[in-house]
């Protein structure tokens, strides 16, 4: 290794493990589910993004396995060369109902969704309008646009009314976007849609949310602008479907009209093979089955308002989350990381996060119930709590 590159990650990487910034990467054996298995010992997982427990679905498994023997394990191709098969077509279809749009176009992942549609319509003669607390593929997404990015305070209306009133009355951009999270992810608040639905038409802003939490979770699954009824009121609707649907890759929904101009404009669509067919058969599967029924939507959020209360009622710092992520803010990134270890050593399995993914100074364990944990295994989660939290002397 070149001796400046040596130097260079050495110094770095001590300097994360000596300030609790280093994240230790521990392998899962088996299924992602409800509980997981590391090292040979079983966790309760309070860690994943799989709200509705679709990642270890029978019916999904079934569908996938079916797909392969028709299809095999990979599309071949780019979608504009041969790589568009009728079974995108079917998920794409499904999806723009599901979320109530015109027309959607599935990508290979949900960050390459904020690459994508942000660079294909935003560009050095526009401006953004970004919340302080957007997920990372947002920022890197405005970063590529090469758009004037302004900054603007989390969930602040005031601030977004006035900064939108300067953006558009300076006369110095074509176009001015507001980007937002649908459900931001370390907090589990959710964005004031109305609001920014009225300001947005006040100053003729185009309507950027990401739903990657809100997906399956907000407005009975269909996500969080179907939640405040503005379907027709969001320019873009993007989100995962790795998350809550359990598979893998992202959307953005909308108009007829932006998804031609995205399929013919978005790099990652254009220069990435298509997702795997029998992924995009499972998807499909997914959205199919929150359309159907409510019952894995209504027993997430019964699990989540259990942990809550339990977490609540033990003085734990849980923030304003209106959504099952559920933080315990620790705030010391050395006790957060310690706290993690100690929950770990009793069982559960919560993985501490800290800066640069959170502020500094606001670490936490970000707990993440879902539709397939039990009562019993919520109950067991909150002793070890208990015990941790008195131990270390957070509660």
């Known amino acids: 290794m070149v001796q400046s ?20 990467i521990d392998i899962v054996e088996g299924a992602n589910g409800p509980e997981i298995t590391i090292n040979g010992e079983k966790y309760i997982n309070l860690s994943s993004n799989n709200y509705l427990g679709l990642a270890t ?32 077509e079917t998920l794409e279809n499904t999806l723009a109902e599901f979320k109530g749009t015109e027309a959607a176009i599935a990508y290979q992942s949900g960050f390459n969704c904020n690459m994508a549609a942000i660079s294909a319509v935003m560009n050095k003669n526009d401006a953004i309008l970004s919340d302080e607390l957007n997920h990372a593929s947002i920022i890197d997404g405005c970063r590529l646009s090469k758009a004037k ?22 006369g110095q951009y074509n176009k001015v976007m507001y980007i937002t999270d649908g ?54 609707q993007i989100g995962t479907l790795s998350k809550a649907i359990g598979v893998v890759g992202g959307y953005v929904a909308g108009t007829q009209e932006l998804i ?40 997430l959020w019964e ?40 929950l770990k050593d009793e069982g559960v399995y919560v993985k501490s996060i800290v800066f640069p993914t959170v502020p500094r100074g606001t670490g936490r364990v970000r707990n993440m119930p879902t539709a397939a944990h039990t009562k019993e295994m919520l109950d067991e989660a909150l002793e070890a709590y208990k015990k941790v939290g008195k131990e270390l002397g957070v509660i």
Do not use: C
């Open 5 to 24: 590159l040596h130097g260079f990650l050495d110094e770095n990487i001590q300097y994360l493990k000596d300030n609790g910034l280093y994240n230790e």
């Open 57 to 88: 679905d029978e019916d999904l498994k079934k569908v996938a396995k079916e797909a392969i023997d028709h299809y095999g394990v990979g599309a071949g191709a780019v979608r504009t060369i041969n790589g568009t098969l009728d079974v995108h």
């Open 149 to 170: 990015i302004i900054r603007v305070n989390h969930s602040d209306m005031d601030d977004l009314r006035q900064k939108a009133k300067e953006a558009v009355e300076s």
């Open 183 to 236: 459900v931001f992810s370390m907090d589990g608040d959710v964005a004031k849609l109305p609001e920014i639905v009225e300001i947005a038409e006040e100053f003729d802003l185009i309507t950027y949310v990401d739903d990657a939490h809100g997906s399956g979770v907000m407005g009975k699954g269909a996500g969080t602008v179907k939640h405040f009824g503005l379907q027709d009121k969001i320019d873009f």
């Open 260 to 299: 031609d101009w995205l399929k013919v404009q978005s790099r990652p669509f254009l220069f990435s093979t298509s997702l795997t067919p029998e992924s995009s058969a499972a998807i499909t599967a997914a959205v199919r089955k929150l359309m159907d029924s409510t019952e894995l939507h209504d027993k």
């Open 303 to 342: 699990n989540a308002n259990y942990l809550k209360d339990g977490l609540k009622e033990l003085g734990y710092d849980i923030g304003e989350s209106a959504t099952p992520i559920t933080p315990v803010i620790i705030g010391d990134e050395k006790q957060t990381q310690e706290f993690s270890k100690r």
